[in-house]
Nanobody
Framework: VQLQASGGGLAQSGGSLRLSCEAS????????MGWYRQAPENERELVAT???????NYGDSVKGRFTISRDNAKNTVYLQMNSLKPEDTAAYYC??????????????WGQGTLVTVSS
């Protein structure tokens, strides 16, 4: 299973960006999909997750500003980021809990996409 993330880049404070992450390969089903981020010299932290039923969970620092969604037909998870702040600057990683057709279940991480917010 491969993950392809896109949508990162440079935004001004108060601006918006939308990240996408598409899973491909021998996928039977995907349970939880999520986004995490890691700023330089910081630990990786939860941004948001969404389960197969559409229930979302957010990190405290992004509640009310970011929205996670998914398209199950496309095996894709999105992260709409509004009201961006300089402290949102980080590498953003997508993450999926996937079951393959051979019934192997594991968590796959994407390669990371950089988000930079200028003040």
């Amino acid at each position: 299973v491969q993950l392809q993330a896109s949508g990162g880049g440079l935004a001004q404070s108060g601006g918006s960006l939308r990240l996408s992450c598409e899973a491909s390969g021998r996928i039977k089903s995907i349970n939880v999909m999520g986004w995490y981020r890691q700023a330089p010299e910081n630990e990786r932290e939860l941004v948001a997750t969404i389960n197969s039923g559409g229930t979302a969970n957010y990190g405290d620092s992004v509640k009310g500003r970011f929205t996670i969604s998914r398209d199950n037909a496309k095996n894709t998870v999105y992260l709409q980021m509004n009201s961006l702040k300089p402290e949102d600057t980080a590498a953003y990683y997508c993450n999926v809990d996937v079951v393959r057709w051979d019934r192997i279940r594991y968590v796959q991480w994407g390669q990371g996409t950089l988000v930079t917010v200028s003040s």
